[in-house]
């Protein structure tokens, strides 16, 4: 008889600097699927639901759709959400008593009280599953990986790339382990190598140094006898956890061998760690590049208000120095306010942004402009490379365009700028215009690179900084993290 294999998952990105609290309607609003919707939702999706989908129908499985629930990158996970979340996904494994498990984590979510809320999720099904059950999970690469979420699962497999695009790769893979680990009553040995360091988004892609030479490392360690899956964990920065930084996690019939391929990826992030430091550029200076005539688009990259980040995705530093200069492009605000106060007219003067944390992301910006475009709850499908055919919702939307060429756009929801798509859907062709602001650290790539002409990454406040030493971090675990133990190293590097 087929194997009963339940799929389900929780996903979230949790900065605990953010002061926007992630409740139940978060997840509601983002993504939310559970029993058939689950499956028809993701199905054909590149999720790492639809992978294992389709890894589960090449594996024969009976597939058990469990709830899947994700919330866009925002502040602490309140404790009534998690519990619910966590309540709904134990039932049914209780319920539905599956052969194997499968499911899709993220790796940095932080619950209210619950530090490693993906561990403690993790934990309660193992619980609560049938004895010996075995657990595949999936993460984000920027999980901040622990030894209690290595303990409750069988296997983990982390994303290769960032800007992530292998999501379905992954899903489909794990249902492969997990079907080898049924055919064989084998569980593969693990390794679980955590390093004290912190790097930050902005210094992440792996097509690029230094992370490319750790993933051609990562490539190789996999192609060795008796290793099945090397994954680099880079950690998320943001979260004021114990278990913060990156983690190297591996897994194989060889135990030796899964122990020297990880200790040797994880060397090979430690002699890359002078090339994680970030380089950025003054408000000013960016915004007087981005106002050269004939050379856009410009990207003015802000990782400090990286919305996929869970940063608000409201800081106006680099919108205030546009309007100061009258410089023409786009760029997308969270402003429900402002949205309200632009939509059904044809012009609007008023403040914009800066409402979430003004003393560190700039006050709201007076604007004038033309309504130009006015809708009611934007949807749209991702048609990137990133989590293609994923819907999303940008709330209501109200375009204002100023006398010199600005789109300011307003948006009742937060919106990652991982696609164009979310720009095209409203009327603006990115290609067509002279600046372009990304509220993102590396993954705007995904979207933007092909037609940037220029990108500049710049300096602004936030709780996504570059610049890890300006987050208020207490817990001590997180100050013996490089580059907080040595800030000398950045220090030697300055101009
Ligand atoms: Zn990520």
Redesign the pocket.
Known sequence: MAPRILIAGLWH?TNTFSPIATDLAAFRTYQWAEGEDLTSRYAGTNTEIGGMLKGAEAAGFQVVPGLFAGAIPSGTVTRSAFETLAERITDTVRSKQPDGILLALHGAMVADGIPDADATLARRVRDCAPSGVPIVATY???ANISQSLVDACDLLIG?DT?P?TDMGARGEEAAAHLAAMLATGTRPAKVFRKLAMITVPQMQATAEPPMAAVMARVAQAEAVDGVDVVSVAQGFAYADVDHLGIAVTGYGSDPAAVTREVEAVAAAVEAARKGFLPVLVPVEEAVRVAAEPGIGPVVLVEPADNV?GGAPGDGTAILAEMVRRRVPGTIVIWDPSAVAAARGRQRFAGPVGGRTLPNLHGAPVEAEGMVVFDEAAVRYVRDGAYMTGQQVPMGDVAVVRTDFGLNIVLTGERVMPFDDTHLRRIGIDPAGEPALVAKSGSAWKIAFQAIARRAVVVDTGGVCASLVERLPYTRDAVRRCWPLSDIADRQSLAP
Do not use: N, Q, S, V
């Open positions: 990105e984000d690469l920027h994303y960032f992530h996929g």
